[in-house]
């Protein structure tokens, strides 16, 4: 069994494989004040539940878009698990082409996404994820990595428009039955959510297009990361909902790497 962990800004998701199945999966809030111990015991009493132990995982591997939780993390998978963790990073085995200015300052989460979707689909693919930010990466069929887009999540977004104007408060990320609403509540969940959809349409729009300068076919539309089934929801543009592509990936790259 292998240990698969990938840190965002928001959350920690780790899950745990038996060969090809994803047999657990959890999500922990990403802090950085944690100590690896604290760390630990969470992982152990997690893993406890599902009638798991540390001699069960044989290895683990990190992706992480946030530097000061790595060292806890390394430092408990080796203090409670005895492993040292492969990170993913510039320079590993991936399969895919990075066409980036610097490919050493791609985010490790693009990465994973990328491997886990040209791996499974082998054909020309948008992948979307929504996290803390949302970002947009075009894949060619033969596996290239073209660049793509990022822009505020929808978290942040409300967030954002709540600490910035008094009078506006924090909702719950909800779509109201209509876009004309009559009450401030419901108008901020109207005004997020169809304004974050009609953004992931126009900019799915603009990167099929531009994939067309480089040869590509229909591009298929994959969305994952925590919103993603509510624009998922709400859209035609998105032709596959996974949420656990960055598992899928970080499995693929540990067997890549060991």
């Given amino acids: 069994?292998?240990?698969?962990?990938?840190?965002?800004?928001?959350?920690?998701?780790?899950?745990?494989?038996?060969?090809?199945?994803?047999?657990?999966?959890?999500r922990l809030s990403t802090d950085s004040q944690k100590t690896a111990?604290?760390?630990?015991?969470?992982?152990?009493?997690?893993?406890?539940?599902?009638?798991?132990?540390?001699?069960d995982i044989e290895g683990a591997i990190i992706s992480s878009v946030v530097?000061?939780?790595?060292?806890?993390?390394?430092?408990?998978?080796?203090?409670?698990?005895?492993?040292?963790?492969?990170?993913?990073?510039?320079?590993?085995?991936?399969?895919?082409?990075?066409h980036y200015d610097n490919p050493k300052l791609m985010g490790a989460d693009r990465i994973v996404n990328a491997v886990a979707g040209h791996s499974q689909f082998k054909r020309s693919l948008i992948i979307i994820d929504f996290g803390t930010a949302t970002t947009y990466c075009a894949i060619t069929a033969s596996g290239d990595h073209i660049g793509g887009a990022i822009c505020p999540g929808l978290k942040i977004t409300a967030e954002?428009?709540?600490?910035?104007a008094a009078m506006l408060p924090r909702i719950e990320l909800v779509k109201p039955?209509?876009?004309?609403?009559?009450?401030?509540?419901?108008?901020?969940?109207?005004?997020?959510?169809?304004?974050?959809?009609?953004?992931?349409?126009?900019?799915?729009n603009k990167i099929k297009a531009e994939m067309k300068?480089?040869?590509e076919q229909e591009p298929l539309v994959i969305a994952t990361g925590g919103l993603s089934k509510l624009i998922?929801?709400?859209t035609n543009c998105i032709d596959k909902l996974n949420p656990s592509l960055s598992m899928e990936g970080l499995k693929i790259l540990y067997h890549k790497n060991k």
Avoid at 1 to 26: A, H, P, Q, S
Avoid at 160 to 164: E, F, N
Avoid at 190 to 195: A, Y
């Fill in 177 to 204: 039955p209509k876009v004309i609403c009559k009450n401030t509540v419901s108008s901020i969940q109207s005004g997020l959510i169809n304004g974050y959809v009609g953004q992931v349409e126009y900019i799915v």
């Fill in 232 to 234: 998922a929801n709400e």
């Fill in 37 to 55: 111990d604290e760390y630990g015991l969470t992982f152990l009493d997690l893993l406890d539940n599902r009638k798991l132990s540390p001699a």
């Fill in 213 to 215: 300068d480089y040869g």
């Fill in 160 to 164: 954002a428009l709540s600490q910035r």
């Fill in 1 to 26: 069994m292998i240990l698969v962990i990938d840190v965002g800004n928001t959350n920690i998701v780790f899950g745990v494989y038996d060969r090809e199945d994803l047999i657990g999966e959890w």
């Fill in 67 to 98: 530097p000061d939780v790595m060292y806890p993390l390394e430092h408990m998978l080796r203090k409670y698990f005895n492993k040292k963790a492969i990170i993913v990073k510039h320079g590993i085995k991936t399969g895919i082409n990075i």
